[in-house]
């Protein structure tokens, strides 16, 4: 990766070095490697970042988890997840995704087409989006980022839509999008990673900041961030999605997680 200096950046996106040091202090540009008191590298590809006052919005929202007993994801970790069990998780959240979009289109269809088959009636495209957010939920390894995030996004609709794939709903939603991030970035890191998890899903699944798979590109970011805190993939029942919609209602209104929290800690 190449990297500027900060009198670079500062001439780039028509800052002072002042502000641009501030904002690598805050944690507001991504790649940023401190080295010293004054002098940063800085990734040569990194966009200017948003003006911290146009996200007062999500970035001062509430996110509350309430009390939680985290015993049996922890019990889940320590135990491992075999292969057997985790292909069973992985089929049970593209299940989840595909619910979100089709309620009406089952496991049994989404095996067949993962086995290739093709189902009549269906688009050729949502097939391909299918085997698209299997891949991905079988590459469980990406730190999330607002980059990274924008790439699952490309790579879920990758051959399905190209002209719209990682394209944001509007600047507003981007804008939150991001602010949400700093969120993720700033304000979460001693959290459980359940509790960061569903934090990240619920304000996705809020701001939908894409244009199309705002679900998929949901449920694979939550289920990422356990994976990269070392916990297993969850396996939510299917029969249970109905409830998780319920709880997110609560969660957008009032920023009350603990009903989603527990929920998702139970399926553990």
């Known amino acids: 990766m190449d990297y500027i200096s900060v009198i670079e950046a500062a001439e780039k996106w028509n800052l002072s070095e002042r502000r641009v040091r501030g904002l690598c202090s805050e944690g507001r540009v991504e790649g940023a490697e401190r080295h010293g008191n004054w002098a940063w590298s800085i990734p040569a ?29 922890e019990n889940a970790k320590t135990k491992g997840q075999t292969k057997e069990k985790q292909e069973k998780a992985i089929l049970a959240t593209l299940s989840n995704i595909v619910y979100f979009e089709k309620p009406d289109f089952d496991l049994l269809n989404i095996e067949k087409i993962l086995s290739g088959n093709f189902i009549e009636g269906i688009p050729l495209f949502y097939h391909v989006q299918i085997l698209n957010e299997y891949s991905q939920l079988n590459e469980l390894d990406t730190k999330i980022s607002v980059s990274s995030l924008r790439t699952l996004n490309l790579r879920i609709l990758n051959s399905v839509d190209n002209k719209q794939k990682g394209q944001f709903r509007s600047s507003l939603t981007e804008k939150e999008f991001k602010g949400l991030m700093l969120q993720y970035k700033n304000n979460w890191s001693s959290l459980h990673a359940l509790t960061r998890a569903s934090f990240l899903f619920g304000g996705l699944m809020k ?42 209602i609560s969660a957008r209104i009032r920023g009350n997680y603990q009903k989603l929290i527990s929920l998702f800690c139970d399926s553990f």
């Open 45 to 73: 590809d990194i966009e200017r970042p948003s003006d911290g006052r146009s996200l007062r919005f999500t970035k001062g929202e509430n996110f509350t988890p309430g009390h939680q007993n985290y015993n049996k994801i």
């Open 207 to 248: 701001i939908k900041p894409f244009l199309l798979a705002n679900e998929a590109t949901a449920w694979i970011a939550f289920q990422t961030e356990l994976k990269i805190g070392g916990y297993p993939i969850m396996l939510l029942n299917p029969k249970e999605i109905d409830e998780v919609k319920a709880s997110l």
